[in-house]
């Protein structure tokens, strides 16, 4: 290898490094503030003791901070006057917990000041709120993330994927953040919880093919159900369980009614259309498989773009940068 092929390696491995988490570590918090994770665990178990579509909310919200800007909980920062934050971007439609995440943050506030970030306060409560159901955490999450300064609605519609994405396209939206198409498609296994709305999926019922027809890679009884759900394209307001019958476990079988066609988006139906993909969705209808790829490309997710060392902030209310 020639010196310079060796030094452009190096440079590429090294902002690698940086921007994909080589910051994070386990229990960042230990000597600076040692009850932070169990707090923010409480919290989130009591919360969604009480209200079981929170897993879905805090899993999306975790999603998206990360694809904008990094997992810099730029996500949670409401907008002024002068900026309209990703909050208000169209993507952000039904995202939800903004609330419990506050209430975290206070607690925290309260026992280790300037401490804990926002950023890590998302990653955990992802984390914790999806485990609430075995009891036991599902994945690690590293920690050490600080908060970011600057959340742009703009932002948020350049580089959240849209569920009308063919394959190619979430590909290269999965490539632009450092994940690969195993990522994807084993990440997309988030959509195991929660709701759709009816506006993300109904071209795909009333005269998709342009004579009438619904997509044909949408199950025909299936699409028939979810007429009698979504009455015409203008509505906006209902929503459907991505998984049906399983919409508030978090298990793999995403995967299986997806085989049958029954995957809510045209996102979720890109995935059987390219061949690496489609088999990696079979592979992912092994529960264990499923359960282990999903921890380590979280892993991954949760590492992208971070700022850590003296870069960013530490919040201190997580709407609203200090
Ligand atoms: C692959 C690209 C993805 C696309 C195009 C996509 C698109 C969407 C859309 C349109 C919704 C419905 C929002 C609504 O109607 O309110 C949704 C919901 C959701 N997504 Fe994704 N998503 C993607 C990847 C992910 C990833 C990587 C995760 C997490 C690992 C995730 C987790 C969720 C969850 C949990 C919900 C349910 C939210 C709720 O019930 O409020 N999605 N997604
Ligand atoms: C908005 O911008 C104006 C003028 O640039 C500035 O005076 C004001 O402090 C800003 N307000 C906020 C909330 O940032
Ligand atoms: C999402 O954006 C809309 C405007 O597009 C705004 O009215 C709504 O409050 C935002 N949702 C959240 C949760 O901030
Ligand atoms: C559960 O949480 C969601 C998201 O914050 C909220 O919209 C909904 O009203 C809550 N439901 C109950 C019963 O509190
Ligand atoms: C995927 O979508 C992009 C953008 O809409 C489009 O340019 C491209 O032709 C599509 N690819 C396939 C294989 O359909
Ligand atoms: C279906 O779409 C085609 C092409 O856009 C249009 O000409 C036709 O009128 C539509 N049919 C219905 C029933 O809306
Ligand atoms: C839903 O559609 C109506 C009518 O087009 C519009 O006024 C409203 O703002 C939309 N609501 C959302 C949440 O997009």
Redesign the pocket.
């Known amino acids: 290898m020639k010196g310079g092929s060796v030094l452009f390696l190096i440079t590429v491995v090294t902002v690698l490094g940086v921007c994909h988490g080589g910051q994070l570590r386990k229990k960042f918090y230990k000597e600076s503030c040692p009850q932070a994770e169990e707090i923010v665990k409480n919290i989130i178990w009591k919360s969604v003791a009480s209200n079981s579509?929170l897993p879905?909310?805090f899993?999306?919200m975790?999603?998206h901070d990360c694809f904008v800007r990094g997992c810099d909980g730029s996500v949670l920062i409401d907008s002024t006057p002068n900026n309209s934050a990703e909050k208000d971007a169209i993507?952000n439609?039904?995202l939800?917990g903004f609330d419990v995440i506050e209430e975290v943050k206070t607690q925290l506030e309260k026992t280790c000041p300037g401490v804990v970030s926002c950023a890590d306060i998302l990653a955990l409560a992802a984390r914790d709120s999806v485990s609430f159901q075995f009891k036991k955490p599902l994945w690690k999450v590293l920690t050490g993330r600080r908060d970011g300064r600057i959340s742009l609605a703009s932002e948020a519609l350049a580089n959240i994927?849209?569920?009308f994405?063919n394959f190619t396209a979430?590909k290269q939206?999965?490539a632009s953040k450092g994940l690969t198409v195993h990522d994807?498609v084993v990440?997309?296994g988030?959509?195991t919880?929660?709701?759709?709305?009816c506006n993300?999926f109904s071209n795909r019922l009333y005269n998709f093919t342009g004579n009438g027809g619904a997509d044909p890679s949408l199950n025909p009884q299936y699409a028939a159900f979810l007429r009698t759900q979504c009455r015409s394209l203008a509505d906006n307001t209902t929503?459907v369980p991505?998984d049906p019958g399983s919409g508030l476990n978090f298990d793999n079988h995403y995967y299986k009614i997806l085989l049958q066609n029954k995957g809510l988006?045209q996102?979720d139906a890109a995935l059987l259309t390219n061949k690496g993909s489609n088999n990696i969705v079979e592979e992912l209808t092994d529960s264990e498989k499923f359960f282990t790829e999903f921890a380590q490309s979280?892993k991954r997710?949760g590492a992208i773009e971070v700022l850590t060392g003296s870069s960013g902030e530490i919040r201190k209310k997580c709407n609203v940068i200090n």
């Open positions: 579509t879905a909310k899993l999306r975790h999603f993507p439609q039904s939800g994927p849209s569920p994405f979430l939206s999965f994807l990440l997309s988030g959509h919880i929660g709701v759709g709305h993300f929503t991505m988006f996102s979280m997710m």
